[in-house]
């Protein structure tokens, strides 16, 4: 009996941490033909908990490891194991406070960069024949710190993943995307065993929010990954037929009923409206929205930050201005319970150190600062690097979601002094960041040693730059918000005598 009641309270609390990311995410990818500079661009947003603290960390390489990872020992959500790798790259990942996994974005050494994972969903009859691998499959608590050590391209990390699904099985559905100096791939999860991977066309967008999108399949083309037996295996078990047509993963792999209609379709339409703002489309019909879009403006890297902060503003959709609506039935983009958002940046025309950048930010998007981490970055301040699920003084995660959470007390009020403020530092940074670059270049040729301490000390000045800011904007909303209560608590005399 006691077993069985062991057994029953360890199958809860895998259910409990695989769940943690069921409300989680919104994703989009951009080739270099889409964007206004020839560069490669990933965002996403992480949506569960805003308790959620996040830490940014630098893992060192390590030579001849033996023994394995394993998810438990970090307390993260099931028992998944994986070898070490023999000799492990150099890394950052941006992990939660009390596990240290679940990395959410990162770049190795070789300048292969994850962001994952978007939460997905399969068909719920196709996981009765293979259901996820919930007590030993691979999660998001796993990617980064399996993939990033040893892939040397983003297609290697794709066919990692992608073996480990296969092998192991996936714990919970996921979507992650892969980028180097050359290409993203898009990975997407189907069953507990099966999944597909595509590499990004150069001169379009994907979006993806909580649903499996990726569609056509074509088995041998060099654009395409996928386990072995994606297409035969649903084929055997009477959920596609080539008498149809051909082979579309998502419909034939992916959940797509009333769940989707306002939590998952409305962000994918608002992203292809904002970016195609011609094409008409009914937000309801999610299935029928293109995969791929070519953006009728060339995409920036502002562009996506203020994607990630979107919510339906200046429409009936809007759940923040006109009193704080949770019940709004479209989910908007920017959710309070983001915990980080990033934009992912490769420039292959510089040296990978700053050509690839991660612009951070913490919290809540609509309200968040996204600031520049170039990829040769190490030292880490102490700031970015500290914070738990208590409030305090000291770390970076709090420093902004103190600020974000006043600023919702009115948020009508309050988003625009947030806004302007934060969209300040954003535009000089490009500048100055502009500036820096065009003298590290210049150095690295005569001094490389000199570069890099000069990125250091450089990247250092814009997250203190930010981590100050923040304060700034908090001290400027408490005065306006002290104002505000104590007109509407003065209790003058009402016979004006004193």
């Known amino acids: 009996m006691f077993q069985s009641l062991r057994r029953t309270a360890a199958a809860a609390a895998v259910a409990l941490a695989l769940t943690s990311s069921a409300f989680a995410c919104t994703t989009i990818l951009v080739g270099p033909q889409a964007t206004a500079d020839g560069s490669m661009l990933i965002a996403r947003s992480a949506d569960s908990n805003a308790m959620k603290a996040q830490h940014f960390v630098v893992h060192p390489a390590k030579k001849n490891q033996k023994g394995m990872y394993r998810t438990k020992d970090h307390n993260g959500a099931n028992a998944f194991e994986y070898p070490f790798a023999k000799n492990a790259m150099a890394y950052t990942t941006v992990p939660n406070w009390k596990t240290q996994v679940h990395g959410a974005v990162g770049w190795n050494s070789a300048g292969v960069g994850v962001s994952g994972t978007e939460s997905i969903y399969a068909k719920d009859e196709l996981l009765k024949l293979d259901p996820y691998v919930e007590d030993t499959g691979i999660t998001e608590d796993d990617v980064h710190e399996v993939v990033l050590p040893r892939a040397k391209s983003a297609r290697e990390g794709a066919m990692i993943l992608g073996k480990i699904v296969e092998t192991q099985g996936a714990g919970e559905g996921f979507g992650v995307a892969f980028i180097d100096q050359k290409e993203i791939w898009y990975l997407e999860t189907g069953t507990g065993h099966q999944w597909i991977a595509q590499r990004l066309p150069r001169d379009v967008y994907f979006a993806s929010a909580n649903q499996g999108r990726l569609q056509d399949f074509v088995a041998g083309d060099p654009n395409f990954l996928s386990s072995p037996t994606l297409v035969s295996w649903a084929e055997q078990n009477g959920f596609y037929n080539k008498a149809d047509g051909a082979f579309n993963f998502s419909k034939v792999y992916t959940r797509d009923d009333g769940r989707d209609r306002a939590y998952n379709d409305p962000r994918v339409w608002q992203i292809q409206k904002t970016l195609n703002p011609s094409v008409e489309q009914d937000a309801k019909n999610g299935r029928s929205f293109p995969v791929f879009m070519k953006p009728e403006q060339k995409i920036t890297v502002t562009d996506m930050m203020r994607l990630m902060g979107d919510y339906y ?186």
Not at 394 to 411: G, N
């Open 313 to 498: 503003a200046g429409t009936s959709h809007d759940p923040y201005t006109q009193g704080l609506r949770g019940d709004e039935p479209y989910r908007p983009i920017s959710v309070f319970r983001t915990y980080e958002s990033h934009v992912m940046q490769v420039r292959p025309n510089l040296p990978k150190e700053i050509g690839e950048v991660t612009y951070l930010a913490m919290g809540m998007s609509a309200l968040g600062l996204y600031v520049p981490f170039y990829q040769g970055y190490r030292q880490i301040p102490a700031e970015y690097r500290q914070g738990t699920d208590k409030v305090d003084s000291k770390s970076a995660y709090w420093r902004f979601r103190k600020l974000q959470t006043l600023a919702m007390t009115d948020f009508e009020k309050l988003a625009p002094v947030v806004r302007k403020a934060f969209n300040g530092y954003e535009d000089q940074c490009r500048e100055k960041m502009a500036a820096f670059e065009a003298g590290y270049l210049k150095t690295l040729k005569k001094n490389p040693k000199k570069a890099d301490a000069d990125l250091q000390k450089f990247n250092t000045s814009l997250v203190m730059d930010a981590f100050r800011l923040a304060e700034e904007v908090e001290n400027e909303l408490f005065t306006i918000r002290t104002k505000d209560i104590q007109d509407k608590v003065f209790f003058k005399n009402n016979k004006q005598l004193d």
